[in-house]
């Protein structure tokens, strides 16, 4: 056996089960610093306390006192009560987010894991230094103090009120399952909510109100009450019909996304969101050389809707005019064209200036939330649109949590 493989690894691994171990062989010292505790440490450090208890000026625990850290999932709120409730002294330090482990003379530096963002650490992947013990006896007389200089760390102690305090907040807004939210996370990495918006795109569907008495004298009162006549402005032939525009981008979004239908939307996989944006990018040139069209030949076309309108209507106008038209003229018309002042004065044609609003197309990207997770229709919706996918995975939970029961 080589030499170098008796020597301890500096570079170990150090998470919640492990650190109550280690905590509970301490004999003469004992110092915890990290910004929470969790069930299984807290129980730990009640029963290392106990132990100490002829050298309790050699015991300290320093803690944040930021109730977030446990809604990052730093510790588990139940840990804290359980000191709470054992009257263990804690001192606080505001914004603490590293780990520091003495234990008579050993001693570790550690990254504490914020359980929302990932597991706690597993064994072999290292989060913390051991360090030696000519470094820690300096290291833990800056922490504890003596009668030559105070405290480095941890200098004001944590009350039962404000211990208190922090659990209240808890209560009334409390940490997520982290599994849960870890698997949000994931999930979310595959798969967005995905919207698209169309702007001042629809102008094939604006319409012009025809009054029902333009129609002639041959139609009767009840008729001419129910009548109710609009004519498009655009033709549906006409080069400037702009339905293509919503046929293109539906195109894309079925290419490049998938619909869960009623209430949830499309969704899209990060993968081909790069894919999807180039093709709106490509639509969105296009509609803008389009509204450079419109610009020029939309009056040309609103003039021609207007010379059918009037062709429509004005030979049968003419043939059956109303008498509360004739009464209208000093002379009876003598010709259709000479209505046609008349029809137009009873026609609201927009001016093209009213209809050449930006056209825009729009893109809005949005996470997939806890709530859409928990629900079974969600579920159903994502495994009906990826039939080919084991998108189960995302949905199973650990038999329990961490610590849920442990105290």
């Known amino acids: 056996m080589n030499d170098l493989d008796n020597i301890p690894k500096a570079f170990q691994s150090l998470n919640s089960a492990n650190i109550a171990a280690l905590v509970l062989e301490a004999q003469i010292r004992l110092i915890y610093i990290a910004p929470a505790v969790t069930s299984d440490i807290s129980m730990a450090l009640v029963k ?44 606080s330090e505001r914004g603490l987010r590293i780990g520091c482990l003495i234990v008579d003379f050993q001693a570790w530096l550690y990254a504490p894991t914020p359980q929302l963002l990932e597991a706690d650490r597993s ?34 102690s944590i009350g039962v009120q404000e211990v208190v305090a922090i659990l209240k907040n808890l209560e009334q807004n409390p940490p997520m399952k982290f599994d849960l939210a870890r698997k949000v996370r994931v999930f979310a990495s595959e798969l967005e909510y995905v919207e698209t918006h169309l702007s001042n795109t629809q102008i094939n569907r604006k319409t012009i109100r025809v009054p029902s008495h333009l129609f002639g004298a041959d139609i009767d009162k009840e008729a001419q009450r129910r009548l109710k006549s609009t004519w498009k402005l655009i033709s549906e032939n006409s080069d400037l019909d702009t339905r293509w525009i919503t046929q293109k981008r539906d195109k894309i979004l079925k290419e490049c996304t998938k619909s869960l239908g009623s ?41 021609k809707t207007q010379s059918d309108i009037l062709s429509l209507l004005r030979n049968r106008l003419f043939n059956n005019l109303p008498s ?35 056209m825009t197309l729009s893109v809005q990207f949005k996470g997939i939330t806890i709530e859409n997770i928990q629900a079974g229709k969600f579920q159903e919706a994502l495994t009906r649109a990826y039939p080919y996918d084991n998108w189960d995975s995302f949905f199973r939970e650990d038999d329990a949590v961490l610590g849920e029961e442990r105290i």
């Open 48 to 91: 290392a306390y106990q132990q100490l208890q002829d050298s309790h000026e050699a015991f300290k625990v320093v803690l944040d006192t930021d109730p977030e850290v446990y809604r990052l999932g730093y510790g588990d709120p139940k840990g804290l009560a359980f000191l709470r409730d054992n009257s263990i002294p804690l001192s």
């Open 123 to 156: 064994e072999g992947v290292p989060n913390a230094i051991k360090i030696t013990l000519e470094e820690a006896m300096p290291l833990a007389d800056q922490i504890l103090g003596s009668r030559h200089h105070p405290p480095e760390i941890g200098n004001h």
């Open 263 to 303: 209430p949830f939307g499309r969704v899209i996989r990060i993968d081909r969101k790069i894919k999807f944006l180039k093709k709106i990018e490509d639509l969105q040139k296009e509609i803008t050389e389009f509204s450079q069209k419109l610009k020029n030949d939309l009056r040309k076309e609103l003039e």
């Open 324 to 358: 509360e038209i004739e009464n209208v003229f000093a002379n009876r018309p003598r010709k259709p064209m000479d209505l046609d002042p008349y029809i137009l004065d009873k026609i609201h044609f927009p001016d093209p200036k009213e209809l050449l609003a930006e």
